[in-house]
C-alpha cells in the first residue's frame, strides 16, 4: 500500500509487516530482533537517561527531518550529562493516509542518524490514528547512557570565575523551520544545524578535567537556556554581545521577521561552562570538531544578580536578558 491504514496499528498481521518490511530493514539490530517486550540492556555504572517527542512541523526542512531530529535532540541531552549514548527507544504515532514514501524516507534517516551517533534503537512502537487526529507523524524517543565522568556535567555546578563558551551560531533551526514552514526565502539559505553532538562532547571530557556544565540551547535557544543554569546553579551570567556568533542570514531573516536569534531554537549546538582558567584550552576542542568551526568564549559567571543573565553591549552598557515569553516559534522540534 502507498498510504499508512488505520490496520497497520491494529497489532495484527498488517502491524508484522510494516514493522518487519519497514522498521527492522532500516533500524535493525540484535537487540530489537528479539521482538520482546522488553529490551535487555548491559550497561556498566551509573547511567544518563531523557525522553522527548518530536512534532516539528514541517517534518521535511533544510538540514534535516524528523526522524533524523529525534535522534539528534535526545542523543545530545544524553550526552549533555557528561555520558556516552548508547540506546534508544521510539515510538511513532502515525496519521490515517501518510504516504509510505514519506514514512520510509523519515524512518531510513533516522537508521543513518542512530548509525553516525553510535546508537542502537532497541525498543519501539506504532500507533495509528483517524486521519486528522494527529498532523502527519509524532515520534516519542527515550536515551540511556553510560556516564563517563565523575562529577557529570550539571547545569547546578556553575561557578563565579567559569568562562562561558558556546559550539557555534545560534538560531538556524529555528529559523530554517520558521522559513520552510511559511515559504519565506533569504537572501543566503538557512539551513538547520540538527546533528550529533555525542563525538565533539566525548573529545571535550577527554581533553578538559573539569567541565562544569554543558546544555544544548534548544528550546527557547540561548539566552533562556542560560537564565536557567543561572538559577539552578544561583550565580550570574554576563555575555558579551559582539562575541557572540550569528550567520548573517539568520541576522537578516531575524530583522525582517521581528525576532530575536538567540531566543530560537538550535538542534547541533551546545553551551560548555569550564574554569576561566580552561577556557581557552575548551575552545580549541570545539573548534576542532566539524561542528564546532565557529565556537567561540561569549561570557562570564558572575556573583552579580544571581540567577539572572546581562548583556555587555558593543557601547558598554549592560541590559538584562530574560526567559523566553510566550510561544516565539511554536513546533520547532
Do not use: W
Not at 22 to 50: C, E, K, Q
Amino acid at each position: 500500500m502507498d498510504k499508512v491504514l488505520l490496520d497497520y496499528g491494529s497489532g495484527g498481521r498488517a502491524s508484522q509487516r510494516i514493522i518487519n518490511d519497514l522498521f527492522f530493514r532500516h533500524l535493525g539490530n540484535d537487540i530489537l530482533a528479539r521482538m520482546d517486550d522488553a529490551a535487555v540492556l548491559t550497561v556498566n555504572g551509573p547511567i544518563a537517561m531523557s525522553t522527548d517527542s518530536f512534532v516539528v512541523d514541517p517534518v521535511f526542512f533544510p538540514g534535516g527531518d524528523i526522524g533524523s531530529l529525534a535522534v539528534h535532540g535526545t542523543v545530545n541531552d544524553v550526552s549533555m550529562m557528561g555520558a556516552r549514548p548508547l540506546f534508544l527507544t521510539c515510538g511513532f504515532i502515525l496519521e490515517e493516509g501518510l504516504p509510505m514514501a514519506d514514512l520510509e524516507r523519515i524512518v531510513a534517516s533516522m537508521g543513518e542518524a542512530a548509525r553516525k551517533a553510535g546508537v542502537r534503537i532497541v525498543a519501539g512502537d506504532t500507533k495509528v490514528v483517524p486521519k486528522g487526529a494527529v498532523d502527519k507523524i509524532f515520534i516519542n524517543t527515550a536515551g540511556i547512557g553510560e556516564i563517563r565522568v565523575d562529577p557529570a556535567p550539571s547545569g547546578h555546578r556553575a561557578a563565579v570565575g567559569d568562562a562561558v563558551l558556546i559550539s557555534g551560531s545560534m538560531g538556524d533551526h529555528g529559523l530554517a523551520i520558521l522559513s520552510t514552514r511559511e515559504g519565506l526565502s533569504f537572501d543566503a539559505p538557512v539551513v538547520s544545524d540538527s546533528a550529533s553532538l555525542a563525538g565533539m562532547v566525548s573529545r571535550l571530557l577527554e581533553g578538559l578535567p573539569d567541565v562544569h556544565v554543558l546544555r544544548d540551547p534548544t528550546r527557547g535557544g540561548l539566552a533562556t537556556t542560560l537564565n536557567e543554569i543561572a538559577g539552578q546553579s544561583g550565580v550570574g551570567i554576563e555575555l558579551d554581545e559582539d562575541a557572540i556568533p550569528v550567520d548573517p542570514a539568520v541576522t537578516g531573516g531575524c530583522a525582517v521577521l521581528g525576532l530575536d536569534p538567540l531566543y530560537l531554537a538550535n538542534e547541533g549546538k551546545c553551551i560548555c561552562i569550564v574554569p576561566g582558567a580552561d577556557a581557552e584550552a575548551a575552545l580549541q576542542v570545539l573548534r576542532s570538531d566539524p561542528l564546532g568551526g565557529k565556537a567561540a568564549i561569549i561570557g562570564r559567571v558572575v556573583s552579580d544578580h544571581p540567577g539572572k543573565v546581562a548583556m555587555i553591549t558593543p557601547l558598554g552598557g549592560k541590559r538584562l536578558l530574560g526567559m523566553l515569553e510566550g510561544e516565539q516559534l511554536p513546533r520547532i522540534c
